[in-house]
């Protein structure tokens, strides 16, 4: 027997919070040799127990108590809403000298929660996955964040996450909460604004020969992939995280400014504010053979049926990206080591249209001349203002009802939107993975 085995046999993880991504650390961590004491809400107690009926190195408690006195390493995976009165109810139960961390998307709120409730020796190690539960965690990105540990314990908690295959990046709470809100907070904002606006023009985008083909299958095929999961899963990041709600107002800002320049008829203005975010941002590094993304991967993967010829499009969500990056002093490239596959796929998406010059070029004409995207441009402005007013309210009902609504509207063709989105994610990523 070697030294892995016999720890796994002595070392219990535990997860209190079974959604998404607690079931699939559960069946990997379970399915690489770990023991795991898991739980849920109460009600949930028999259907999970149905569930993992066949993993035997799962075990389901009853509940958060008896998950904190049996585990060794306590990973809290609930809704960050509702971390502080989970971690009130359970923290005091958590078996002297374990180690406790959590899975939510921000970390200051979820540190203060567990300085405040868990007994002071207990040792606080937080992590977060970036990336959702539908993607192989092999090789995606993997915060760890040692909050008070011993190297012992630290290196005990690798270990068993070593399990996922990922790669791990060392980070400080606070500057986790910084690069997590510069990659996936105004990235979740443009897609939430474009299905808001699709929604409320009554469009299913892929019935519409102009958004089917390049990027847009980028934007329709990830649109879908964000309403298809919990509406928890954003709006923690979004609400909780303050420089999160700064980037989200300053991108509603860059559309409204575009959207208005376009309005104007004002092409010189438009053109010059966009080439100057574009430099800042871009720079003159690569040249268009060196893009992320190329045209035959883009049009691969349609839910529609692409058209002979390409639609114009003024790709206004993609300008105000760069121009709120521009404004905020965000270079996106600085966080690679530490950025969603979401993130990677729109930061192909911008890298495209700004380095290959003659698209760019048209988008800036169709911007001011062509007059069919209007109705959509307005929706999108109203739906990135809305999202941003949301998350300055600070209401997780307000944003969950928003984000619910749209979610109903476009629920019917998640099945097949999720399995050309994850084709399209692995083609891609293998390319935008370094």
């Known amino acids: 027997m070697d030294a892995t085995s016999t720890k796994q046999r002595s070392i219990s993880v535990g997860i209190i919070g079974m959604g998404d991504m607690g079931k699939m650390y559960c069946r990997v961590m379970g399915d690489a040799g770990w023991r795991v004491n898991a739980c849920d809400r109460p009600e949930m107690y028999e259907s999970l127990l149905e569930e993992f009926k066949c993993r035997p190195n799962v075990c389901i408690l009853p509940n958060g108590h008896l998950v904190s006195r049996a585990s060794d390493y306590i990973i809290y995976s609930v809704e960050a809403e509702g971390l502080d009165k989970v971690v009130a109810q359970y923290g005091p139960s958590t078996r002297l000298g374990a180690i406790v961390g959590g ?62 295959g990922s790669k791990m990046v060392y980070l400080t709470a606070a500057k986790h909460d910084r690069i997590t809100a510069d990659t996936q907070a105004v990235t979740h904002a443009a897609f939430l604004s474009m299905g808001k606006a699709w929604h409320a023009n009554n469009q299913f985008p892929w019935e519409l020969a102009r958004y089917v083909g390049g990027i847009e299958n980028v934007k329709i095929n990830v649109t879908l992939r964000i309403y298809s999961n919990k509406w928890h899963v954003y709006a923690g990041l979004a609400i909780l995280n303050p420089s999160a709600k700064e980037q989200i107002r300053q991108y509603a800002e860059s559309v409204t400014e575009l959207f208005k320049l376009m309005l104007a008829g004002d092409r010189d203005g438009l053109s010059t504010r966009i080439k100057r975010a574009g430099a800042a941002v871009f720079g003159d590094t690569k040249s268009e053979d060196e893009l992320l993304l190329r045209d035959e991967v883009l049009d691969r993967y349609s839910l529609g049926k692409a058209p002979q010829k390409k639609m114009p499009n003024n790709h206004l969500s993609l300008l105000a990206m760069v121009d709120c990056w521009w404004n905020l002093g965000i270079n996106p490239y600085d966080h690679m080591i530490c950025s969603t596959p979401l993130f990677r796929l729109w930061l192909g998406a911008t890298e495209y249209l700004f380095r290959k010059k003659s698209l760019l070029e048209e988008v800036i004409a169709v911007a001011v001349e062509d007059t069919s995207f209007r109705s959509d441009d307005l929706e999108f402005t109203f739906a990135a203002r809305g999202w941003s007013e949301c998350v300055s309210f600070g209401s997780f009902e307000s944003y969950r009802d928003r984000f619910e609504k749209t979610q109903a509207y476009f629920a019917p063709r998640f099945p097949n939107a999720i399995e050309v989105g994850n084709q399209m994610l692995r083609t891609i990523l293998e390319k935008t993975h370094h």
């Open 103 to 164: 899975q939510t998307s921000c970390k200051a709120p979820e540190i203060a929660a567990f300085e405040k409730y868990l007994p002071a020796d207990v040792e606080i190690v937080s992590c977060h996955s970036l990336h959702g539960p539908s993607v192989d965690p092999k090789d995606q990105p993997l915060v760890l964040i040692r909050h008070r540990a011993s190297d012992e314990s630290f290196r005990l908690v690798e270990k068993i996450m070593s399990c996922f």
